[in-house]
């Protein structure tokens, strides 16, 4: 099996950065494309996979194609290589707002059909990844592709209809975090403490806290209780969230960045 990458970006590296460690493939099976002579030279110079500016030829050889241009250039990419793909493509699209029926329109009837939605933290191999399927049945596509976005984090199959949800919340939602995070750093280096100090204590508490409820499967509401001891620090500081309306203000976000996913579509 080869890999190619139409698109050889921050995320296409993310990807290919963890296919590459899990071994699910090796740089000889790899192809990444572009039209930016920097992007490939570092392709080659950090993975030593094959690199080209050609498009056509990057189809002609690979089984599977990662689709990573930018959404406002796709239609055009894939006019020029959709008399390429054969019954034997598995076409893998990350773009935000392209669905599954304009990846059919845009690349023709033969390739199989992958949509997922990554984040940025597959860059740090602990991304999530939502993928849909134009083959609900074709199991080996659903392996393929939860093995492929799984080397860099998590992976999860819903429904085309839930990806503006899905956008919002895992695709745009690291930036809402590291908002929120942000905020708690600034609030801290008010109360004294060094701003590096502070950078250190949030994030170290955020991927904590994080990966003990995903691992425990503990519920989160029991979880706020149980460190908020009576008349404590964190009652004192939970007593302060619970009168505010940031909860309201995060729901809102949510809303507003999956009303413009909607848009995109």
Known sequence: ?????LGSGKMAEAILSGILQSELVAPCDV????????????????????????????????????????????????????????????????????????????CGDKPRLVRVMPNLALMAQE?????????????????????????????????EEYFDAVTALSGSGPAFVAYLLKGMIDGAVKQGLAEDAACLMAEQTMIGTGIYLQQSGRDIGEFIQAVCSPKGTTEAGMNVLNSSDVAETLGKTLAAAADRSRELS
């Not at 099996?1 to 990458?5: A, T, Y």
């Not at 993975?47 to 406002?72: D, F, G, H, I, W």
């Not at 074709?138 to 492929?148: G, N, V, W, Y």
Request: a negative charge.
């Open 127 to 159: 991304g999530m990844s939502v993928f849909c399927m134009d083959d609900k049945d074709a199991d080996p596509d659903r392996e393929l592709t939860s093995r492929i976005f799984g080397s860099s984090g998590s992976v999860l199959e819903l429904n």
């Open 1 to 5: 099996m080869k890999i190619g990458f």
């Open 31 to 106: 192809i990444a494309c572009d039209t930016s002579d920097e992007r490939l030279n570092l392709m080659k110079s950090e993975y030593s996979v094959e690199t080209t500016r050609n498009a056509a030829e990057m189809v002609k050889s690979c089984s599977v194609v990662v689709l990573a241009v930018k959404p406002q250039v796709m239609e055009l990419v894939l006019e020029e290589v959709k008399d390429l793909f054969t019954d034997e493509h598995l076409l893998i699209s990350i773009a935000a707002g392209k669905k599954l029926a304009f990846l059919r329109g845009a």
